[in-house]
């Protein structure tokens, strides 16, 4: 890994599990207790990978192939790290991911079937092999990501893939998450309330600062 100084700590899971909220929440607690936060979300982040994004997720390219993602991906991701994730954590900063490199792992590697490795070979490249150093889990069952997705009434391009690839989805999240080797990851129940959500990620990420 990079010689770095500050945290990264990333969120990761499937659609509706409440990422964007938590990142908040999060970013409010850091403050509160002293820290300089950077909150990015991927894909996007810098004015070059929100237009990257633009194209990967808008629904009007349903044209876009498997391997064209892939790399619409990790173009994104080199342009944030190069750009605001390496200068942050190089100036002791705290930078929550609103998803990083294991969204690939999971929607690329495991789901679309690109493999985990050559996925993982791909994100040293973008991040300067930079891994976060944790990665919380929100998980939600399939059905409760959904509707929280239908009621919000934004649907992109990916969340309207079949019941069957959001299940997918989690399942290969889970299997991640459970690898021993990933000592980083915390699974977060994310059916509870955004308080109770809220409560449990601020007290992984405030053991993870303590043991820094
Ligand atoms: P976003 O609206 O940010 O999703 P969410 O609110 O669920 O986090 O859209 C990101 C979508 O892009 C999401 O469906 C996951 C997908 N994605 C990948 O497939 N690979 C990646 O590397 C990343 C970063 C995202």
Same mark, same amino acid.
Request: no cysteine; proline share 0%.
């Given at each position: 890994m990079k010689q770095k100084t500050g945290i990264l700590i990333s969120l990761e899971g499937g659609e509706g599990g409440g990422k964007t909220t938590q990142v908040n929440q999060l970013k409010k607690h850091l403050e509160d207790s002293g820290r300089e936060v950077v909150p990015v979300r991927e894909p996007g982040g810098t004015k070059i990978s929100e237009q990257i994004r633009e194209i990967v997720l808008s %629904? /009007?390219?349903?044209?876009?192939t498997d391997t064209t993602e892939v790399l619409l991906f990790q173009a994104a991701r080199a342009q944030i790290y190069r750009q605001v994730v390496i200068p942050a954590l190089n100036a002791g900063k705290v930078v929550i991911m609103d998803r990083t490199r294991d969204s690939s792992v999971v929607y690329q590697g495991m789901v679309r079937g690109f493999g985990k490795e050559l996925i993982e070979e791909l994100n040293d490249i973008s991040t300067k092999k930079i891994v976060p150093d944790l990665t919380l889990l929100l998980d939600v069952s399939v059905k409760t990501g959904l509707d929280r997705r239908i009621d919000s009434g934004k649907m992109d391009r990916l969340d309207m893939e079949a019941k069957s690839f959001h299940k997918k989805v989690r399942d290969a999240y889970l299997d991640l998450a459970n690898e /021993? +080797?990933? +000592?980083?990851w915390r699974i977060i129940d994310?059916? +509870? %309330?955004v308080e109770e959500v809220a409560d449990m990620i601020w007290q992984a990420v405030s053991e993870k600062i303590k043991a820094e």
């Open positions: %629904s /009007k390219n349903e044209g876009i /021993k +080797k990933q +000592k980083r994310a059916e +509870k %309330s």
